[in-house]
């Protein structure tokens, strides 16, 4: 991948939770949930939190154990150099798949994993049927990417405040 004159290698594969993968997607979510907890600290929807502060127990599962937390889920990892560097997690519930998680690092932003890992989520998770998803309405560059990719405004199925749901049809 050719982004701003920066050559990176990236792949997307499956997740192995049972195995070489499980810290990775671990330390990965924890990541992202530290970010977001921080982020909704920023956007004044919770306490302001020091940043090696637990995280909320709900949360928990997924960077202890990411194979149960995820069970029932396809789980892909983005690589660059042999290192675990953004994850998509999709929820098959029925005849729609929703997109629980989708990160990459941050020193690495802007240089398409996001993109990578969403057109993968969008080839392999929809199985036919509708993708839904949710996300911050002050992501305003996910958003973007996520509209890009023919998903739009729904109702929400989530009454947290500020929480936007999108989908993209069958």
Known sequence: MDVGG???MVLIREADLVGAD???VGAAARDYLRQTEQEKAEQGLTAPRADDAPLPRRYQDEVDDP???????????AEVDD???????????????EIKRLWAA???????????LLDAAIATGAGG????????DWRTG????????????????????????????A
């Open 67 to 77: 194979r149960s937390a995820y069970e029932g889920c396809h789980v892909l990892v």
């Open 83 to 97: 290192e675990v560097v953004g994850l998509v997690v999709l929820k098959p519930q029925g005849v729609v798949t």
């Open 6 to 8: 920066a050559l990176i």
């Open 142 to 169: 996910a958003i973007r990417l996520y509209e890009s990719r023919g998903f739009g405004r729904v109702a929400s199925w989530d009454a947290r405040d500020r929480l936007l749901c999108l989908q993209r049809p």
């Open 129 to 136: 049927g509708a993708l839904r998803l949710s996300v911050w």
């Open 22 to 24: 499980a810290n990775a």
């Open 106 to 116: 941050p020193r690495l932003r802007g240089r398409g994993i996001g993109s990578a």
